[in-house]
C-alpha cells in the first residue's frame, strides 16, 4: 500500500498522462485514425487507474 503523498503524485502524473494521450489523439486524428485510436485508448487506461487511485487515497484519508 502506497503512503497518501505517493499516491497524490501518482495520480497527478497519470492524469498529466491521460490528457497528454487525449491532446495528441487530436492531434492526430484526420491524419492517421488508428494512432488517434490508440492515444484515445491510452488516454482511457490511464484516466481509470486515476480513479482506481483516487478511491484508494479516499479510503486512506477515512
Do not use: G, H, N, W
Not at 497527478?12 to 492526430?28: D, G, H, N, P, Y
Not at 491524419?31 to 485508448?41: H, P, S, T
Amino acid at each position: 500500500m502506497k503512503t497518501i503523498p505517493e499516491l497524490k503524485t501518482r495520480i497527478k502524473e497519470l492524469s498529466k498522462q491521460a490528457v497528454e494521450f487525449s491532446r495528441k489523439a487530436s492531434e492526430v486524428c484526420l491524419i492517421d485514425r488508428q494512432q488517434a485510436k490508440y492515444f484515445r485508448q491510452q488516454a482511457r487506461e490511464a484516466s481509470k487507474r486515476t480513479q482506481v487511485l483516487i478511491q484508494e487515497l479516499k479510503r486512506q484519508d477515512v
